[in-house]
């Protein structure tokens, strides 16, 4: 079975950007949709961004405008482009893809947003 490899997380200063990447180790067929959770400490998983196989986006209120979820299904590849990054996406950040039957999950990538 397939897993998926989250990477791009790490420190850095509010205002600043960092890219997420998410990755497949091998070809996901039939996704339907692709996105990133994150989960902060002490509270519940939550959606951040997804994105459907004809470019449908949703976002969370609280990154709209900031963040841009980005996919290439053809790859089993997506992107997560966080800009004025707060304190507040402090958070492990999950991805996650949707088949028919599945759901793929990766382990996550720590992004800590701290001067």
């Known amino acids: 079975q397939a897993q998926l490899v989250e990477s791009g997380g790490g420190l850095v200063q509010p205002g600043g950007s960092l890219r997420l990447s998410c990755a497949a180790s091998?070809?996901?067929?039939?996704?339907?949709?692709m996105a990133w959770y994150r989960q902060a400490p002490g509270k519940e998983r939550e959606l951040v961004a997804s994105?459907?196989?004809?470019?449908?986006?949703i976002y969370a209120d609280s990154v709209k405008g900031r963040f841009t979820i980005s996919g290439d299904d053809a790859k089993s590849t997506m992107y997560l482009q966080m800009n004025s990054l707060k304190p507040g996406d402090t958070a492990v950040y999950y991805c996650?893809?949707?088949?028919?039957?599945?759901?793929?999950w990766g382990k996550g990538t720590l992004v800590t947003v701290s001067s």
């Open positions: 996650r893809y949707r088949t028919v039957g599945m759901n793929y």
């Open positions: 091998t070809s996901i067929f039939g996704i339907i949709t």
């Open positions: 994105i459907t196989i004809g470019g449908d986006t």
